[in-house]
């Protein structure tokens, strides 16, 4: 007698803080993105803006172009040109296109900082900004339809024949883009020396062509293909980065400059090698657009980024505003606000002078003008610029731990920790009394602030089997107490 296998139930996709990802060949497979693309599709056809055309773009994992033409198979079929890159590019560069463009929507194969088993789906809203709930809540609808069922697609050399292929090279426009918001002839003029680190990602070789022709000096590093990355996360982080701290500690850089896998999170490091952390760096770029640049609109923040952003909004006068972790929250409070910067704790950083999306290259770029600025005024290193901003937003320590879970039992660790923490939340933190409790409006996570106004916060993630514990404190050895005891409070000890 033969055993009968039942049919596979179809994948669950749930788009998190930032797209869909998951691990190839296992849930990331051909089939699931032609699912993707054929939500993206139904989207665009239910606003009747096939005409507008859809933007794809693709990173350096594996197979992403693959995946990618599998995508502009589905949206084709539904008489939806394709703009799509000739090679991988880093994914603001769809934003860019989608806006230039005005397309109905952008579509990126990637899976941004996660690790070299994954890939992912991004969509871009028709602002650039990433697609906020009114399209995903669409997209996901027809994902809870049209698993098990065929997607129609149309052969990629058949709507090419037809027309419905346009392939892009986005480097000249955005480079004139870039120029209208910032000198970049300054910046090749300028006699200093910055490592780059693009962590074998789509990133490379952006920073060293714009800033190509003058007396800066520019050393990039891991640029090739390696959809392993090196075996590292490309998330630019320690100690994913470590290599490139211990290259600028050696001497002859006065900057290192970081991208992670799809050049959309941005991260710096000083003349000795010392990593700047995320929250210093929104701080940074906040302090460089109110003091040199003279510009006094809003900020907005995600809601585990740092608080001298409130401190800086003081000094400045400046409204912040914060909102749950996601370009998708801050985005659309980007526009609502027109706001100049927005920014996320994971080096994430868009600009209302430039897009409503984060951009690694543009930001890295910004925070060299910013030391270069400070070093006319007197700062002759990084180091010393850093130490001349901190006098002003105050001290901040940081630190970021994820703990991770096996996929399969992952939902459940999720749902502990949510019921543990709201039944019995922490009276106290590193013997201090805890003054106030926040509750993430995303109902993922929960935040405590200490009378310093240190703060430790535990968030589950909606895209990786992790359990993130952040927090920022005024002195290391406290930010060091509070990492140990979220870590403590998501493990049940």
Known sequence: MTNQASAPTPTKIVFGTDGWRARVADEYTFENVRRCADGVARYVAGRGEQAKGVVLAYDRRFASEH?????????????????????AVPTQMSSYEVVQRGAAAGVVITASHN???????????????AAGAD????????????????????????GEAAGLIEWFDPYEGYERYVRRTLDLDALKAADVSILVEPLYGAGSGWIPRLLAGGKIRVTEIHNERNPYFGGVNPEPIRPN??????????????????????????????????FLHQLQVTGLLMYYLAEHRAMRDPVVVSVNNTSTAATLGKHFGIETFEVPVGFKFIGPKMIETGAMLGAEESGGFGFGMHLPERDGIYADLLLLDLFLRERARGAKTTSEAVRRF?????????????????????DAVKQRVMVELREAPPASLAGQPVVRTQVLDTNDGYKWFLADGSWLLVRTSGTEPLVRVYTEAATPALRDELVLTGEKLVRGG
């Open 67 to 87: 995946f990618a033409r599998a995508a502009a198979e589905v949206l084709m079929a539904h008489d939806i040109p394709v703009a799509i890159s000739r090679t």
């Open 115 to 129: 690790p070299w088993t994954d890939n992912g789906f991004k969509i871009k809203a028709p602002t650039g900004a």
């Open 135 to 158: 399209i995903i809540s669409v997209v996901e609808a027809g994902l809870a339809a049209n698993g098990g069922t065929l997607i129609e697609r149309r052969p990629f050399e058949d």
């Open 241 to 274: 980065v470590d290599e490139a701290l211990a290259m600028i500690a050696k001497g002859g850089f006065d900057l290192g400059l970081l991208l992670d896998g799809d050049a959309d999170r941005a991260g710096a490091a000083d003349e000795q090698g010392t």
């Open 390 to 410: 901190h006098e002003v937003a105050g001290p901040s320590s940081y630190r970021r731990i994820d703990v991770h879970f096996e996929r399969p039992v992952y």
